[in-house]
């Protein structure tokens, strides 16, 4: 369910494209897809949840949530578990 809309940016002149944020997004639908070019594109910004865990496993600080309001809607140990439900 959409908690917050939030405004995502990659950073391309610092993305590798090594897709992590694409893999660990904890979101339900998942905020990030692969694009056709192999950056990851911000396919659905609603869903996010401000769980930070994109950010962490940026290993270039090339992701910008640019109206983040600083806060954890979840925190990260029930953001992981919540990623596995969506899994299964
Ligand atoms: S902060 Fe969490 S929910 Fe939002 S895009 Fe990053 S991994 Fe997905
Ligand atoms: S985790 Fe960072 S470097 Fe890797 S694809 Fe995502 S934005 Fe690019």
Same mark, same amino acid.
Do not use: S, W
């Given at each position: 369910? &959409? $908690? *917050? %809309? @939030? %405004?995502?940016?990659?950073? @391309?002149?610092?993305?590798?494209? /090594?897709?992590n944020c694409?893999?660990v ?7 990030? #897809?692969?694009? +056709?070019?192999? !950056? &990851? $594109? $911000?396919?659905? +910004? #609603? =869903? /996010?949840?401000?769980c930070l865990i994109c950010h962490t496993v940026c290993p270039?600080?090339?992701i @910008?949530? =640019?109206? !983040? ?7 990260p140990? =029930?953001a992981? @578990? *919540? ?6």
């Amino acid at each position: 369910m &959409p $908690v *917050q %809309t @939030v %405004t995502i940016k990659i950073r @391309v002149d610092r993305c590798k494209k /090594c897709l992590n944020c694409v893999r660990v997004c904890t979101a339900f639908d998942g905020v990030y #897809e692969e694009g +056709p070019d192999g !950056y &990851p $594109v $911000v396919a659905r +910004p #609603e =869903e /996010c949840v401000q769980c930070l865990i994109c950010h962490t496993v940026c290993p270039t600080n090339a992701i @910008v949530h =640019e109206n !983040y309001r600083k806060t954890m809607l979840i925190n990260p140990d =029930e953001a992981i @578990v *919540q990623r596995y439900r969506n899994m299964i």
